[in-house]
């Protein structure tokens, strides 16, 4: 099981930048998916999370109407589009993919990137 990301990056102020999560090893049109993210000192927060089909999205307030987030099952890849960049973006931003089957619970992360927010 991998989860990878890229797309992170330094980017001023009221930038952007666009996230990639790609999946394998696993069934990934099962599997509900999110974006976390970690600034230094701070507790690891929930950003955004789709479902299996990409239906239904949640997002942060503190990220609403800034942040995209789709999924492309055909490729095993999920994006976070992230528009209006603050420095309180700053943060390591990890994929998670979660599954409830059986009773039992299926949860990988990634190792996480890199965003940070600066002039």
């Known amino acids: 099981v991998q989860l990878v990301e890229s797309g992170g990056g330094l980017v001023q102020p009221g930038g952007s930048l666009r996230l990639s999560c790609a999946a394998s090893?696993?069934?990934?049109?099962?599997?509900?998916m999110s974006w976390h993210r970690q600034a230094p000192g701070k507790e690891r927060e929930l950003v955004a999370s789709?479902?299996?089909?990409?239906?239904?999205?949640n997002y942060a307030d503190s990220v609403k109407g800034r942040f995209t987030f789709s999924r492309d099952n055909a490729k095993n890849t999920v994006y976070l589009q992230m528009n209006s960049l603050k420095p309180e973006d700053t943060a390591v931003f990890y994929c998670?993919?979660?599954?409830?089957?059986?009773?039992?619970?299926?949860?990988?992360w990634g190792r996480g990137t890199q965003v940070t927010v600066s002039s």
């Open positions: 998670r993919a979660q599954r409830r089957l059986f009773n039992v619970q299926e949860d990988y």
């Open positions: 090893g696993f069934s990934f049109s099962s599997y509900e």
């Open positions: 789709i479902s299996r089909v990409g239906r239904l999205t």
